[in-house]
Structures are given as C-alpha cells and as structure tokens.
C-alpha cells in the first residue's frame, strides 16, 4: 500500500513538472515563445518564424520618450505580451502551431499594434495605456483593419499618408532647388499617368514638385536600364519610423513618382476573375481573425497585465454586421481554356525544351568560362554560336527582349511588339519562362497538387526510385510545421517534363546557391547569373504568365485573359471526374493518371482536393445539366422552381444557382457521389434530392 502511494506520488510530482510551464503562477505568464531568439526586456527582438526579422520596440511615442523608457514599461511590457500570447497555448488550445501560421498570428498582431501607435494621439495611449482603450477605440481598430483587403491601405493608410508627406515636403522646394533638378532631370513633367493610375491624391502640378523634390534630395535610383523610382525604404522610413512592423512591410509601387517612362504591365491583357466575388472590402474571415487577435487582451488582462476589458461577443456581432465580403467561390475554367493551355504545353516542351535546356547549359558554361553573365555574353557576336540549331530554328537569337530593339522608349515597357517578339521566340530567357510556365501547367493539373507543395519541389529528388512517383511535402499535415512527405501518381508525360527542369539546374552557378538544393521551378535570371534562389508565389506565377500569353489562351466575354492558377487547376481536376462520368463520358482524368479503378481515382481526388472544393465542383456540374436540360433538371425541377419562382433554369443566375446547389448539399438534402459499376472499372454520378425534414 505504501509503495502504491509512494508511486502515485511520484507521478503526481513528474506530471506537475511537465504542466509547470502551462501553470498560472505569480509571476508574468507571457514572457518567452520558440520564435523569440532575444530577452523579453530587450528593445530589439530576433524573430525567427517562418522567416526570420527583428523587431525595435525603440519607437518615439507622441510625448517624445521612447516605448522603451521607464515610464512606458507597463505599456511596452502589455504590447511585448500581446505578441507572444497569439501563439501561446492558451490562445490555441494546447495546439502548436505551424511556422507560417505563427508568422500570420505574429504580423497580425504587429499590424494591430501599429494601427494603435499611428493613432496612438486619439486613442490617449501614452496617458492611459491599452487599459484604457474604449469598446469604441477597439471597435474602430477593427472597422479600420477590416475596411478594404490591404493592410497598407487600411491600418498604414499608405496613399493617404504618402500624399500628405509629400506635400509637406514640397513646401520646402526653392526656385533654385527646382532649377537643378530640372537641370539634372529633364523628364520630371514627363509621362504623368491618368488619375485613375495614379496612387496617391496629388495633381500633376504635385506630381511634378514631388518627383524634383526626391531628384533633389537623390531619393531615385536606377530600377530598368534608365528607369528610375523612388528608394521604397526611404519613404517607409519617414512615414512609419515609430511603428514596428510599417518600415518591413512591402507597399504598392507608386506609378506616378517614377521616372524614365510608364509601368508596363507584366500581361497582355487584364486578368480574368478568379474568384466569383471580388472587390475591395475584406472577407468575412479575415474578419474573424482580426477579432480573435483583439479578443486575446482578455488574457493579458488575466494574466494582470493593464490590458482593457473586452466584451468579445460584443464585438464579434459588431465586425459580422461590418459590410465585409463572403469568402468568394473559385470559378471553374472553361475545359476548352484548359485543354488548350495543356496542349499547348506539352507541344512546347516536347518540341522545344530539349533544344531550349541544350542551349541554356552552353550559354551558361560559356558565360560561366568567360567570366561573364549570360546578358554580357549575349552583347557579344558569339552568343548565337552557342544555341542549338534547333533552338536557332525556333526563332531565339538573343538573350533577352529588348525595348530598343523592338522600337520601343529603352525602358522595358511591354507593347505590343513584345508580345509578337515574345510568341516568335526571339529571346532565350523569355523562352525559358514560357518553358517553366509550361511545365507549371503540365504538372499542376496532373498532380492536383497546391501550389505551396509544387513550389518546394526540390530539381533533385521530386521522383521516387520507380519514377512514376511524385515526392512531395503534404501541405496540410504533419505535427508543429513538420510535413508528411508522400508520393502519388504521376503520369510519364509530366516526369519527362520534370527532367527537363532537373537538367537546367546542373549549370554552373555560384557556390552559395550551389549548396543549397534547388527548387525544380526556380528559373534563371533575367541578367544571366544563375537562378533565382526563392520561388515565392510570385514569381512561380510569373512564368505561368508568359505561358498563358505565349500560348494565346482565350478571353473571357469581358475581353479578359485566362491567366491560369493553380486552385483552379485542381478544381478542374475533380471537374474532369464529374464529366468522366456523366455528360459524354469525358475518362480523361482516369488516362491521365494511369488508375486501374475509377474508385482508386475516386479515393485519389478526395485525399488531395479539400470536401468543399468537391462539393462546389459538385453544384457547378449539376448546375450545368440544369442549364442544358438533362435528367438532373427533371430530378430537381420542383425544388428550385419553388425557390427560385421559375423552371426556365437556363435564365438563372449561375452564381446563385450554385449557392443553391451547395446550400442543398451541406444540409444534407441534395447528394452528389459516385457509383461503381463493372469491378470499378466504370462509375456513374448519381445525384439523389431528399425531401424536407427527411433524415
């Protein structure tokens, strides 16, 4: 008896230690966090997330002390708290959370807290601290950062702000300041874009003072060839010097600051919509996020920091009544558009990649030889000498389309020259972007993988040892930002592609990039020395871009481009399931892939693709046989007429139609799902609507 309650001593004591760390105690709970590589009392914080910066907390408050002088202590240690306690255990219920959802607590966090020290006059914040912040002032933290989709419009006021500097600081121009920039810049009233491009609020009388007062205080500097805009850090730096996270944040380019020509668009056309719904307000999560992130200073307040009162519910029901937007729904592409884009493709890479990789390698080990970058070879007579005569064949000549050479103004503005020059193949880089965007779309629709796991390919190491395999990071699953790595199906088609891209990595490079293993979809740069060493979401879809206008893809009734993404790669992925077994018996997908089931397919589809991007591709197949009278209008005639107050389906709204559709198929009524036939080798969709109140 004595040594069983010798043990359950013991064990209450070692399950005591481990809980200790998680224990209200009397000491400040919210000091320390994983990400935190720096003392909770020093003024400069080391982050180290999903990438890694540093945060001052040595900012001016209006009554001119810094945040971390003694008489600001309480209100610097509350701040300093209310970082951490977001990724703390308390907040996410016992869970650890993975490095990119960390960094989006953390910069949600920095972005509420400047919003304070922006208006830290208004809010009283030096006399009373957080404590004394209003359910109003909260209110209006969130109506302000839940006004409009950007950060830099809504919290940071960028435009607004932007607009009332410069015109401080034109004040300050003399006549003899104005003479020497105009002496020195003979374009300062040049290429004024129209109001409607325009960022700022400024006149073009404004415009013109704005750009002679940054000549003159040497605030340009040379971007593409003679074009020049404004140093980005140096504005950043006198607007949001008192903020922590404004001086790091990445605002829009302000077009009509910059010098030496207009900003050419990076595509031919403008871009399709890719969402159902898109405008300028915030979505509804978002919303929610922004809330969660003002309701943890009950915590802090807890914890018996001087933090305000929260009424949580109370604001939760005041930012769903705030004029936010739905989460809108994904619209499928065109299958034309998308069969198009994929043969398209593969021509290209099967006609030209060998000849394109073939030609890279010799340029780059040339360059690489000569001590040069492949742009400073490619201004010499020898360049052509080094390309394939089947890359000679297909048009390339040089390295790069250059505006002079395409009559245009020397800046790199994209006409529409560039875009013949562009589809004539005339430039090996330009040629290689397509490439890339090519092998993009190839492997993107036959994976049906997200875009983040493709952009971690590594050019090495993507297949498995059968090579029928594609090796990659699950994004969606793993223990505290650990993946589960996984291998699945890939068609031949898409590894030959894949090689293609393996091989243009082993040109030479530089040593520090060398070290690293490379990304498959990381792409040369544009001045010929090496790769880029990040493939954000950015850039990888840059090169889908050049495809897409290569390849002529076609215009929406809007006169818009399909310009392809990956998500609606995927949607279109399951789409293909639903018509392999319905309207005209499409078993594309099934060839594709290489399944020896249409279950396995099946199973396949619902492990890689989220249940509600399956439930909408669902309503958007079923809408469609509405629309064109088939067996499912019969079935669903007396349901929608009665919602809808019509049984002419074809005049329905598609959009509203299919909200519909899923609002059926979340309730339970309306069931989309296959049916296997003949040992699974054939399926059919069999669409089921239960009446009311059925179970």
Known sequence: ????????????????????????????????????????????????????????????????????????????????????????????????????????????????????????????????????????????????????????????????????FLRRQIRSLTPEMLADAYAKHDDLGCRIPPQAERLTSLNSEEITAARAWLAVNRRYYCWRENRRKPHAWFLRASLYADTLHGTNMRFPLVNELCLGGTVGSSIEYPRARVRSVSDERSREERDRAIVATVGRLCLLREAGLPAPTVDLKALEAFAAAL???????????????????????????????????????????????????????????????????????????????????????????????????????????????????????VVGLLSARRASALRKLKANGCLDASRTRLVVENMKSGFDGMRDTIARPIPPIAVRCIDLLARIHSAPDDVSEAAMPAKLFAFPRKDGSGFVTTVADTN?????????????????????????????????????????????????????????????????????????????????????????????AELLAQELKLHFGTDDFSTLDEEALCAHLEDLIDEGRLIIEPQFLDNEDRYRIAVVLRPKGAQ
């Open 323 to 441: 004029d936010s937007r739905p989460n809108g729904r994904f619209r499928t592409l065109p299958q034309s558009v998308v069969f198009a884009a994929l043969r398209g493709a593969v021509e290209f890479t099967i006609v030209h990649g060998a000849a394109l990789v073939d030609s890279y390698l010799a340029v780059a080990r040339a360059a690489a030889s000569a001590g040069l970058t492949i742009a400073d070879l490619s201004a010499t007579a020898c360049f052509e000498n080094h390309l394939t005569p089947e890359c000679r064949a297909m048009g390339v000549r040089r390295w790069t389309i250059e505006a002079d050479a395409i009559g245009g103004s020397g800046v790199g503005v994209r006409n529409a020259q560039w875009y013949a020059e562009l589809r004539k193949n005339v430039a090996l880089y330009e040629a290689l972007r397509v490439m890339f965007g090519a092998v993009q779309i």
């Open 540 to 632: 990888y879809y840059e090169s889908t871009d050049y495809f897409c206008d290569w390849a002529e893809l076609p215009l929406d009734p809007e006169g818009h481009r399909y310009y392809i993404r990956q998500h609606q790669l995927r949607r279109f992925f399951v789409m293909l399931f639903f018509w392999g077994g319905g309207f005209g018996g499409l078993d594309t997908l099934r060839w594709f892939l290489g399944h020896s089931s249409a279950r396995h397919l099946w199973h396949y589809i619902t492990e890689v693709v989220p249940g509600t991007t399956i439930r909408s591709v669902a309503a958007e197949w079923v809408a469609y046989g509405l629309k064109h009278a088939t067996k499912e």
């Open 1 to 164: 008896m004595a040594n069983r309650s010798h043990r359950s001593h013991d064990e209450r004591e070692e399950l005591t230690s481990l809980l200790a760390r998680h224990a209200w105690t009397g000491e400040p709970r919210y000091r320390s966090a994983r990400w935190l590589r720096s003392d909770f009392s020093a003024p400069l914080w080391l982050i180290e997330s999903d990438t890694r910066f540093e945060i001052n907390w040595d900012v001016q408050l209006p009554d001119g002390e810094s945040l971390c002088s003694s008489r600001h202590s309480a209100l610097a240690e509350t701040l300093k708290s209310w970082l951490i306690v977001g990724t703390h255990v308390d907040s996410t219920g016992g869970r650890l959370l993975s490095s990119p959802t960390e960094l989006t607590i953390l910069r949600r966090t920095l972005y509420c807290i400047d919003y304070l020290l922006l208006n830290a006059s208004a809010v009283e914040l030096v006399r009373n601290g957080l404590a004394g912040l209003s359910d109003n002032d909260l209110k209006t933290l969130i109506a302000t950062a839940t006004s409009t989709r950007s950060v830099a419009t809504s919290i940071y006021q960028w435009p607004e702000r932007l607009s009332a």
